[in-house]
T-cell receptor
Framework: NAGVTQTPKFQVLKTGQSMTLQCAQD?????MSWYRQDPGMGLRLIHY???????DQGEVPNGYNVSRSTTEDFPLRLLSAAPSQTSVYFC????????????FGQGTRLTVV | AQKITQTQPGMFVQEKEAVTLDCTYD???????LFWYKQPSSGEMIFLIY??????QNATEGRYSLNFQKARKSANLVISASQLGDSAMYFC??????????FGSGTKLNVKP
């Protein structure tokens, strides 16, 4: 009964380094998405996917890449980390059956120094 | 463009009393969903309640109810009989096409014993 699993939970990067945040879901959901949460703000959509092979940009896509090769996995890549990308990142999945709630992972706290 | 506004950065409520958290939204989509999530200090996002734009009746889930006023574009969360464990951040969110979610900035609720 895992739901949405994100790894790692914490990460410190140096400016310019790259890394991939992993997200996996076991609910066979078509829709997956990535959000970032900055202090004092709600979650903002980075990228989303409506199925394997299909991705699109959200509100704040700059500096991030995604791909979706399987229904289960939706990794988020930072190609060259910047201090402005210090944030908490959430992955979410949901069913396309009407308006249904999103299930969130536990979050990844990323610090870029 | 979709927008969610939560005008109460922080709220206090006495234990066992009811509290209303405000949320207004703006969208041109005819079909959408309104959601409330709770984020305790541990950081996870917990789904509380959902209201569809075409639903005639206000949603209820245990001690949570959603006061949906479509003409005013408001979707306030009412928590009855507050408990100490209700102390958390509360986010209002709107889901539209492809279940892309747009979040408000949140309200920090403190329940006093």
């Amino acid at each position: 009964n895992a739901g949405v699993t994100q790894t790692p939970k914490f990460q410190v990067l140096k400016t310019g380094q790259s890394m991939t945040l992993q997200c996996a879901q076991d609910m066979n959901h078509e829709y997956m998405s990535w959000y970032r949460q900055d202090p004092g703000m709600g979650l903002r959509l980075i990228h989303y996917s409506v199925g394997a092979g299909i991705t699109d940009q959200g509100e704040v896509p700059n500096g991030y890449n995604v791909s979706r090769s399987t229904t289960e996995d939706f990794p988020l890549r930072l190609l060259s980390a910047a201090p402005s990308q210090t944030s908490v990142y959430f992955c979410a999945s949901s069913s396309p059956a009407g308006n249904t709630e999103a299930f969130f992972g536990q979050g990844t706290r990323l610090t870029v120094v | 463009a979709q927008k969610i506004t939560q005008t109460q950065p922080g709220m206090f409520v006495q234990e066992k009393e009811a509290v209303t958290l405000d949320c207004t939204y703006d969208t041109s989509d005819p079909s959408y969903g309104l959601f409330w999530y709770k984020q305790p200090s541990s950081g996870e996002m917990i789904f509380l309640i959902y209201q569809g734009s075409y639903d005639q009746q206000n949603a209820t889930e245990g001690r949570y109810s959603l006061n949906f006023q479509k003409a005013r574009k408001s979707a306030n969360l009412v928590i009855s009989a507050s408990q100490l464990g209700d102390s958390a951040m509360y986010f209002c969110a709107m889901g539209g096409n492809f279940n892309k979610f747009y979040f408000g900035s949140g309200t920090k609720l403190n329940v006093k014993p």
